[in-house]
Every structure is written in C-alpha cells, then in structure tokens.
C-alpha cells in the first residue's frame, strides 16, 4: 500500500456540485497538506494542518474547505465546483521540512 | 503571487550534458531551500536541500548553488541521463513552516 493515499485519482464533476477528496496515509505524521498544481503555476498551497485540532488556511483557500477527521486522514471539499477549480490535487504529510513532503499520487479533477 | 520564482519553464539538454535550474526569492526571512522531482503520474518527491549558511551543496550529480546576496539559488544536473526527465520544482520556507513552491521546470533529456 502507497504511504499517502488519494481517492478518487481521476474525477468529473458538473459545474455547482458538492465534491470531496479524501487522503489517507500510513506514514504516522502529524502534519498534512493540499495542493493543487496547474501548469505555469507550480504547487499551490490550499488548506495545511499541523495536527487535528489545527487547521490553516493556505494562499487559495477561497472555495475550498477541509475537515481532519484523524491523524491518518485529511479531507478536501469544494462546497459548489466551478470550471476554474480544474486541477491536479496533491496530498501531502511530512514529520517536519527536513524530512521532506511525501506526496500522494495525485486527484485530476475536472469540473464541466 | 508566487513568492519564489522559478525559470526556466522548460528545457531540453543532450544525455551527458549539464541541466541549470534557476529560483529567485524576495523574503529573506526564508531559511530552507528545497528541490522536488516529480516524475508524470506521481507526486513531486525531495531531491535535494540547502540552508542559506552554506553556498553549495552537492548529492551525486545534483548540485545546488546558493547566492544569499542576490537571492538566488540553482540546480545542476550533471551528466544528464534520461531518467532524469521529470519537472522539478524549487521550494523556500521560514522556521520549518509551510512550503512555498516555485512554477516548475520541465526538463527533457535526449539520448
């Protein structure tokens, strides 16, 4: 089994309509991230949160929302998709920087 | 506004021959610098790190080069293989907070 897990990996949805990414991982860390990436921009940091009682918003959180449901388990939720939300989801976990990020493989997501 | 910016978007270099990576940064208050490969399909992985006390830091044919006063910094990929073909990303962080990612860079290898 992957270290961080992401489902679904490839999803279509309709413009207005409730959809949610789910991660879990195997790794024990406390830390856990969202990112989207979209080419020309890099990775893009939506939601963070260090533990589960912590949760940050990151430099596009507007549209999206999270919930920390345990350790092992971090969840994105965009309330009503628009087109523009079409993107490459990452999940990530780290026990600190020098350690690294371990990503999952990624949620493409496009919004019609 | 991405607080690291990262050139160039894209390039293509010859198998044995050097591949340069170029990142620029605003906040001095950033205090991690690192390098993420990211192979098609997968997540982006840590190749490579440096802290702005030391002005290189060299694992295998990876180099990065650090320039604190002009802000700088660079990935060397030497002898260019291609399984080196992937995007790599630069990254800067303060106080072991969050990462900040550049736009990333493409690098194809021919043989």
């Not at chain 1, 309509?17 to 879990?24: A, G, P, W």
Request: hydrophobic share 30%; proline share 4%.
């Amino acid at each position: 089994d992957a270290d961080v897990t992401q489902t679904p990996r490839n999803r279509i949805t309709k413009t207005g309509k409730r959809i949610m990414l789910e991660c879990s991982q195997t790794k024990g860390h406390d830390r856990m991230y969202w990112y989207r990436q979209d080419p020309g921009l890099g990775l893009r940091l939506i939601y963070y949160s260090f533990d589960v009682k912590d949760i940050n918003k990151g430099e596009i959180s507007d549209g999206y929302s999270v919930s920390r449901q345990a350790q092992a388990k971090f969840s994105l939720s965009l309330e009503s998709a628009i087109p523009n939300q079409t993107a490459l989801y990452f999940c990530a976990t780290s026990v600190n920087r020098n350690y690294g990020y371990t990503f999952g493989s990624g949620t493409r997501l496009t919004v019609v | 506004q991405q607080q690291v910016k990262q050139s160039p978007q894209s390039l293509i270099v010859q198998k044995g021959g050097i591949s340069i990576i170029n990142c620029a940064y605003e906040n001095t208050a950033f205090d991690y610098f690192p390098w993420y490969q990211q192979f098609p399909g997968k997540g982006p992985a840590l190749l490579i790190a440096i802290r702005p006390d030391v002005s290189e830091k060299k694992e295998g044919r990876f180099t990065i080069s650090f320039n604190k006063s002009a802000k700088q910094f660079s990935l060397h990929i030497m002898d260019s293989q291609p399984g080196d073909s992937a995007t790599y990303f630069c990254a800067a962080s303060i106080n072991d907070y969050k990462l900040s990612f550049g736009a990333g860079t493409t690098v194809t290898v021919r043989a």
